[in-house]
């Protein structure tokens, strides 16, 4: 079974608002890392935030980590048609290759 | 500088069949790292390597296998293709595989087994 669940799982917003897409864990981990996937593509690597950061921020995206709750979220600001895509956390109990997905959250941004 | 590069990008095979798909990995990336992607659903690990050897294996049958050459370039292999093997097979690459690194992706391989 998937170590990280997306909530929601489907979520739909005008351009210009923002979207917050929330990942839980079960186990302990290194990092926590948010992938973008257009299409059924490859991923895309957005941001990583390791077990001893509470925040970070990359441009429009700020990630937010709470280990006692093992739990993460994404929040996208001032979205874009662009920016529709699906979005994974991943978590990394051992290393990078290894990392353990959810199943994500669908991103609808309309014009 | 090229990405991490699959092929092919899509196959179709029948059941009982077996398929190879090649990964190449970023230059001077020495981890390589295969992931299943079944349609609505996030990837799932099955194998890593490292320096020509596995360094991890996730939950799938012994009908999957891997393996890394003096390149770094990998290919996975499955036998007796069922048709719970249709997905997006998905190859990563990360310098060493040491944690906190960045997993760079390709993208893909569609395998469709009818």
């Known amino acids: 079974s998937q170590q990280g669940e997306e909530d929601p799982q489907a979520l739909s917003i005008q351009e210009g608002e923002n979207a917050t897409m929330n990942c839980s864990y079960k186990?302990?981990?290194?990092?926590l890392q948010w992938y973008r996937q257009n299409s059924g593509r490859g991923l895309v690597h957005l941001i990583l935030i390791r077990s001893n950061e509470r925040e970070k921020h990359s441009g429009r995206l700020r990630v937010t980590l709470d280990t006692s709750k093992k739990s993460s979220s994404l929040l996208i600001t001032a979205s874009r048609a662009a920016d529709t895509a699906s979005y994974f956390c991943a978590t990394d109990a051992d290393n990078a290759g290894k990392s353990t997905f959810g199943d994500g959250t669908t991103l609808t941004v309309k014009p | 500088d090229a990405g991490v590069t699959q092929s092919p990008t899509h196959l179709i095979k029948t059941r009982g069949q077996q398929v190879t798909l090649r990964c190449s990995p970023i230059s001077g990336h020495k981890s390589v790292s295969w992931y299943q992607q079944v349609l609505g659903q996030g990837p799932q690990f099955i194998f890593q390597?490292?320096?020509?050897?596995?360094?991890g294996r996730g939950n799938f049958p012994d009908r999957f296998s891997a393996r890394q050459f003096p390149n770094y370039s990998s290919e996975l292999n499955v036998n007796a293709l069922l048709l719970g093997d249709s997905a997006l097979y998905l190859c990563a690459s990360s310098l060493r595989g040491n944690p906190n690194e960045k997993l760079f992706f390709g993208s893909g391989t569609q395998l469709s087994v009818l």
């Open positions: 186990t302990s981990i290194n990092n």
């Open positions: 390597y490292y320096e020509k050897e596995e360094r």
